[in-house]
T-cell receptor, first 110, second 117 residues
Framework: GNSVTQMEGPVTLSEEAFLTINCTYT??????LFWYVQYPGEGLQLLLK?????DKGSNKGFEATYRKETTSFHLEKGSVQVSDSAVYFC?????????FGTGTSLTVIP | GAVVSQHPSRVICKSGTSVKIECRSL??????MFWYRQFPKQSLMLMAT?????????EQGVEKDKFLINHASLTLSTLTVTSAHPEDSSFYIC?????????????FGQGTRLTVV
């Protein structure tokens, strides 16, 4: 079946710290992989995506590489800011339907 | 990019009443829309797939008579929570799949925070 396992939070970091949020998946076929971000009180926004193995998605300083051999899509950022505080969802899309992880809450303190 | 607008963003209703949530695709046509529910500190759970011109497809465990979905046009899908109870309080989000070069994406509405008192 299709599922996403995401690092549990909450995660609290100081400004300018390095961020990693782990995400692994199981899937049939060759899914596209996504990271969505949800800021407080808002809906989900696409942060980045990768559609095939070894692709690297990047946006706003965040990066994630589609690793088929380890079935992973870990999210990283070299230096987080207070404005990055949000909930991050890893997701896969093998067909038309999305499968989401449970979300990781990130709080960045000054 | 494509925009999906969801309304209202927040609603408080009394137990036993019904609430309608609208999801509109603003600059594209969506033959399919998805409705999700998000419990506190949990992920989005797909409730149903809304299909323009035909019946919605519900996920296992979702009550069709309680969560009425209508996809009357190519730009509008509605979710009506009927006879709402406090346990229906949740965050509801709709999404529409992208088309063409954006067919791997989904575009999400802003979500609706429903509180049943």
């Amino acid at each position: 079946g299709n599922s996403v396992t995401q690092m549990e939070g909450p995660v609290t970091l100081s400004e300018e710290a390095f961020l990693t949020i782990n995400c692994t998946y199981t899937a049939t076929g060759y899914p596209s992989l996504f990271w969505y971000v949800q800021y407080p009180g808002e809906g989900l926004q696409l942060l980045l995506k990768a559609t095939k193995a070894d692709d690297k998605g990047s946006n706003k300083g965040f990066e994630a590489t589609y690793r088929k051999e380890t079935t992973s899509f870990h999210l990283e950022k070299g230096s987080v800011q207070v404005s990055d505080s949000a909930v991050y969802f890893c997701a896969l899309k093998p067909g038309n339907q999305f499968y989401f992880g449970t979300g990781t809450s990130l709080t960045v303190i000054p | 990019g494509a925009v999906v607008s969801q309304h209202p963003s927040r609603v408080i209703c009394k137990s036993g009443t019904s609430v309608k949530i609208e999801c509109r695709s603003l600059d594209f046509q969506a033959t399919t829309m998805f409705w999700y529910r998000q419990f506190p500190k949990q992920s989005l759970m797909l409730m149903a797939t809304s299909n323009e011109g035909s019946k919605a497809t519900y996920e296992q465990g979702v009550e069709k008579d309680k969560f009425l979905i209508n996809h009357a046009s190519l730009t509008l899908s509605t979710l009506t929570v009927t006879s709402a109870h406090p346990e229906d309080s949740s965050f509801y989000i709709c999404s529409a799949p992208g088309r063409g070069s954006m067919n791997t994406e989904a575009f999400f509405g802003q979500g609706t925070r429903l509180t049943v008192v």
